[in-house]
Every structure is written in structure tokens, then in C-alpha cells.
């Protein structure tokens, strides 16, 4: 079983950073496309960005060019840092992962969630 844990959520003012951290423990084969994902209340959960092993990566619109994500594969971190950061942006962030476990079976794995508040 994998578990993600985020951390690096909290309160900033408009055009301020932070810089989100997930790290993934357990046991599986391999770990594939890692993301973070937003939810704002009233709103559908979205793909902010996403990456793969390999490296490729892919934002949302709305963040290309302020977000960065990255992820060391050694470690199974990723991290999001977010610059520029707006009230829009403000949402519960979370961490995602396509695992490939030693069953040869994959699994969508979420982390519980960070708090992002941007105010204006």
C-alpha cells in the first residue's frame, strides 16, 4: 500500500510563494505520473500539474509560467513551488499518484489535502 503526505500549505498574500511538498511511503513496483490536483469550494476538482517519470511535465493554464513542478524519483517527493500566487488560486491542493504495485495492478493514490489561502 502507498500513502502520499503532503506539506507546505498555508496563508500568503497576493504575488507571494509557497512551495508544496508530497512524499509518497509503501511498496510498489513503480511509481508513474505524479500531480497535484485543486479544489475550490463550489468548484470541481482540476489538474494543476503533472509529471512523469521521465520528466515531461503539464500545467493548467491557468498556472503555466507562475507554478513549477518537479519530482526526484529516488526520493518519490514531488513538489509544486507556486509563485505569483492569486486569490483565484486558493483551494485545498492535493497530491496525486498513478502507482503500479508489485501485483502488476495500478492504483490512483491521493494525499488528504493542503490548505492554499491567498489573499488579496
Known amino acids: 500500500q502507498v500513502q502520499l503526505v503532503e506539506s507546505g500549505g498555508g496563508l500568503v498574500q497576493a504575488g507571494g510563494s509557497l512551495r508544496l511538498s508530497c512524499a509518497a511511503s509503501g511498496i510498489a513496483f513503480r511509481i508513474n505520473t505524479m500531480g497535484w490536483y485543486r479544489q475550490a469550494p463550489g468548484k470541481q476538482r482540476e489538474l494543476v500539474a503533472g509529471i512523469t517519470s521521465g520528466g515531461n511535465t503539464n500545467y493548467a493554464d491557468s498556472v503555466k509560467g507562475r507554478f513549477t513542478i518537479s519530482r526526484d524519483n529516488a526520493r518519490n517527493t514531488v513538489s509544486l513551488q507556486m509563485n505569483s500566487l492569486r486569490p483565484e488560486d486558493t483551494a485545498v491542493y492535493y497530491c496525486?499518484?498513478?502507482?503500479?504495485?508489485?501485483?502488476?495492478?495500478?492504483?490512483?493514490?491521493w494525499g488528504q489535502g493542503t490548505q492554499v489561502t491567498v489573499s488579496s
Open positions: 496525486n499518484a498513478d502507482v503500479l504495485m508489485l501485483t502488476m495492478r495500478e492504483y490512483d493514490v
